[in-house]
């Protein structure tokens, strides 16, 4: 096999993986930029470390490939979901911080089958509402130097829009059904779901 031959293979497997992680993780992988979002988690270790956030995060594997650009993240829920673990993955555009991030949250195995988490701010499509990405818009907005931005701070976002959904006048709901339950329905719904979730813990 020639060089050229070779050249073509390589170039056609490495398209085929992009195809296949793209499917699986929903957001264009850039490659060339592993270290760079390797480098990210470190940061955000670090901070976890020395803040003591009672977090979990660590890069998506698939294929058994380590991709950095995808963080799998873990916290503790609040009210109906006291104590329980809610988990997702944080995903970055192949430009970021140019482009904002997204958070999917990871479906909830019930007795019924697998179910979107229930929940004012999430989506049909499991995605955290759009005010993740006011929050992302206001923080680039006043910060000019894109070393200072600190991704630990995306993750506190989301533990709070999730534990304190806000939905604003004039906002869409994502989840309109839900939020137009009374709050007795409301908490009986969300109860259900969590005693599908596993208790969180940070040392597991």
């Not at 990405?133 to 907005?141: A, D, E, I, S, V």
């Not at 304190?164 to 006048?169: G, H, M, T, V």
Request: contains cysteine.
């Amino acid at each position: 096999m020639d060089i050229r031959m070779q050249f073509r293979n390589k170039k056609a497997n490495a398209d085929l993986q992009n195809k296949k992680q793209n499917f699986h993780l929903g957001v264009e992988i850039n490659l060339q930029r592993q270290g760079y979002f390797e480098q990210l988690l470190s940061k955000v270790y670090f901070d976890i470390m020395a803040e003591d956030f009672q977090y979990k995060v660590y890069p998506v594997t698939t294929d058994c490939e380590v991709i950095f650009q995808c963080w799998t993240f873990e916290f503790m829920g609040q009210k109906n979901f006291e104590g329980r673990s809610i988990k997702g993955v944080l995903k970055f555009q192949p430009d970021y911080p140019k482009g904002g991030p997204s958070f999917y949250l990871d479906p909830v195995i019930t007795d019924k089958g697998a179910e979107v988490l229930t929940h004012p701010c999430i989506y049909g499509d499991h995605y955290l509402c759009v005010h993740l990405f006011t929050f992302w818009g206001q923080m680039k907005c006043k910060i000019d130097d894109e070393s200072r931005i600190r991704e630990i701070e995306i993750l506190q976002a989301i533990e709070y829009i999730f534990n304190n959904p806000n939905i604003l006048e004039g906002d869409s709901c994502p989840n309109p059904s839900f939020a137009s339950e009374s709050p007795e329905r409301q908490q009986e719904i969300q109860k259900r779901q969590a005693e599908f979730l596993p208790f969180f813990n940070k040392d597991t």
